[in-house]
């Protein structure tokens, strides 16, 4: 995922920290994705589109639609930080028999009824 895998195959898209989807910055090289990443594996655990949810950052305040928060997926698990502060949002870790979802960065997660 980060682009300097030399195994990877000729033609296989090679992400860069330009790509607008995919980007490293300066404070932190690692890249992440955008929400929509998580889209997904939450969609496979709540049966729920919650990229357009609106949910409120517990660290800063900041509410904006979970779909624009930044996605970390190169771990064992998923970890979704708020584009304000960087604070976890979200950590969501798959195993072959349970989901353990840690969402205690979030206030609350406003679901609209009608998506």
């Not at 030399?6 to 690692?30: F, V």
Request: overall charge negative; some cysteine.
């Amino acid at each position: 995922m980060t682009g300097n895998d030399s195994s990877a195959s000729p033609g296989a898209e090679d992400p860069r920290p330009g790509d607008p989807d995919i980007a490293g910055t300066a404070g932190n090289p690692i890249p992440h994705l955008d929400g929509n990443a998580a889209a997904g594996p939450l969609w496979e655990l709540f049966r729920l589109d919650v990229i357009a949810a609106i949910g409120r950052c517990k660290h800063c305040g900041a509410v904006r639609a979970f779909g624009e928060a930044s996605v970390y997926a190169d771990g064992p698990g998923m970890v979704v930080r708020c584009t304000s502060c960087e604070g976890v949002l979200l950590r969501l870790v798959e195993t072959p028999t349970s989901f353990w979802l840690d969402v205690s960065g979030l206030s609350y997660l406003q679901i609209d009824r009608e998506s």
